[in-house]
């Protein structure tokens, strides 16, 4: 693998991705790592990530000072590329010249191996308070800006390189550039990753794990648990079962497109519990959101097991068992809880809705190295539905966390209808590339005057709450087109009975959450 160090700032994840989409493998370690773990890894190439902290500081993130000596291909970026220069020989100095955000640097004449023939003067992003003043011995300096004399350098000869401006952020022109001349020119590594190897990689390994054991996954209809069963299906047939909760707080023809298009392209074994009288019974008169999430949460893993236990004597009967369950877990979860530096999170709620950990089956989690974006890649090469596999992220509880009040039946079916329209708008407005997701939201405790024909009513408002994001931990509104919230606006009002009003909220996150409740 390349491997990506963290040394503390958001970046290392994006990294990350963007050498993934070089078609290279890429994992990240944290800063703390040793030269000897490192080599243990074995990798083709160490890309050292940017951070927040000055070499200066007291406690600044440091780097085994071993691991420049592994005479592995190297690229420090931005801090790391101080901390490379700091470690060869070279100085980095506190100027009092800072540079943040778009930012002109200029090349030195002729071509590099890690600039190539690029433009001599261009955009970069950049985002650093000290600078690199003298290149280490050896060293080619390969670009300069207003404020950094040395923006970038180079030795081919040891196969180090380092630039001061960030490659992996879109806003640097020639980024990606610069990441794929380091991987495939200066170190020579294959762009042979891809969604094919990767299936093939865990299908293998899955057939390992499992041997004849049977296996079972929940299916939630979101993108990750569908692909991480589709795999497992590839690999063990119908040693996989799936058991589908409908709590009837699902969209729309969700369960439809579960039972039907999704079986239909992979052939699993779906058992589907319908759950929706328990649930509603749970959650009559309870108006709290976090009351409603532990209702929701408990109920739902009460009929997992129930399924669950059912699907074990079924499996006892045969002389078989049931050892292993499939989760959908992804990469930044893995890296976040612990896997990464420890950065504070905020997203322990967001198991809501899931299985408890204690249960006795061990875990397979086939999605475990992946990118949400690679979750999708590979749930298309395994030929999942678009409706599924391009599915934007939507909460366990579901619809039961956006009514805000009392979840009914008839609010559910209002809430249905509305956000239905929502989808069939976006989707045909071209939007679902730019929006991470739009809730609709039901203000069921608010009711708006409004006039319908010759009459006054007495009904509620709707919530539009569209935002863009990269990880759900920040978030901002997306600004839509007028006329597309205009035609959401007339559907919603004509076509939902008790609905006379449609707000947009312009809130980001922070401050405010992506959902509601
Ligand atoms: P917030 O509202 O915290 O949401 O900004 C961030 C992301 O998490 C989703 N979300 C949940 N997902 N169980 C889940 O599985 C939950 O209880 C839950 N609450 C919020 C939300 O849709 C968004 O993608």
Not at 4 to 23: P, S
Not at 328 to 334: E, F, R
Request: with cysteine.
């Amino acid at each position: 693998p390349v491997l990506v160090v963290d040394f503390g700032a958001q970046y290392a994840q994006l990294i990350a991705r963007r050498v993934r989409e070089a078609n290279v493998y890429s994992q990240i370690v944290p800063h703390t790592i040793t030269a000897d773990e490192v080599a243990k890894l074995n990798p083709s190439g160490i890309v050292l990530s940017g951070g927040p902290s000055s070499v200066y500081d007291e406690g600044s993130p440091s780097l085994d000072p071993g691991i420049l000596k592994l005479g592995v291909p190297t690229l420090g970026i931005c801090y790391g590329f101080q901390v490379m220069a700091q470690q060869l020989g070279g100085e980095v100095a506190n100027t009092g010249l800072r540079e943040y955000g778009a930012t002109a640097v200029t090349l030195a004449a002729g071509s590099s191996t890690l600039l190539g023939e690029q433009p001599a003067d261009q955009t970069t992003w950049m985002s650093h308070g000290d600078s690199v003043s003298k290149a280490p011995e050896g060293f080619t300096v390969l670009a300069s800006s207003a404020s950094t004399p040395v923006a970038a350098f180079a030795s081919d000869e040891k196969k180090m390189y380092g630039v001061q401006w960030h490659p992996e952020v879109k806003h640097s022109e020639f980024g990606q550039q610069v990441l794929e001349n380091f991987l495939h020119r200066a170190a020579g590594i294959p762009a042979d990753w891809n969604s094919g190897s990767v299936i093939a990689e865990q299908v293998a390994r899955i057939q390992a794990q499992v041997g004849t054991s049977r296996v079972i996954c929940g299916l939630s209809g979101g993108v990750d648990s569908a692909v991480a069963a589709a795999i497992v299906h590839k690999a063990v047939g119908d040693q996989l079962i799936c058991i589908f909760v409908d709590h009837g707080l699902l969209r729309q023809d969700e369960r439809r497109q579960v039972e039907e298009d999704y079986v239909a392209s992979t052939g699993v074994r779906l058992v589907t519990i319908d759950a929706v009288e328990q649930f509603q019974d749970a959650l009559t008169g309870v108006t709290d959101p976090e009351t409603k999430r532990k209702i929701i949460g408990r109920e739902f893993i009460r009929s997992f097991e129930n399924a669950a236990e059912a699907l074990v004597l079924e499996a006892q009967g045969d002389g078989a068992s049931i050892d292993f369950l499939v989760q959908g877990t992804l990469y930044p979860d893995v890296v976040e809880s612990g896997g990464g530096t420890g950065t504070a999170n905020i997203k322990s709620h967001h198991n809501v809705g899931g299985l408890p950990e204690d249960l006795q089956f061990k875990l397979v989690e086939p999605l475990r190295t992946l990118f949400k974006d690679e979750v999708r890649a590979i749930g298309r090469e395994l030929g999942l539905p678009e409706v599924i596999v391009g599915r934007q992220p939507f909460p366990g509880p579901g619809l039961g966390i956006r009514i805000v009040g009392e979840v009914t039946r008839e609010r559910l079916d209002l809430l249905r209808t509305a956000d239905a329209i929502v989808r069939e708008e976006l989707t045909a407005a071209g939007l679902d590339q730019e929006i991470w997701q739009c809730p609709v939201v039901l203000l069921a405790d608010v009711r708006s005057v409004g006039v319908q024909g010759d009459g006054r009513t007495y009904g509620h408002p709707i919530v539009l709450r569209p935002v863009s994001s990269e990880d759900a931990m920040t978030a901002d509104w997306t600004r839509l087109p007028y006329d597309v919230l205009a035609r959401i606006s007339n559907r919603i009002t004509n076509e939902v009975a008790g609905v006379n009003r449609v707000v947009l909220d312009v809130t980001s996150k922070p401050p405010g959450t992506i959902e509601w409740e």
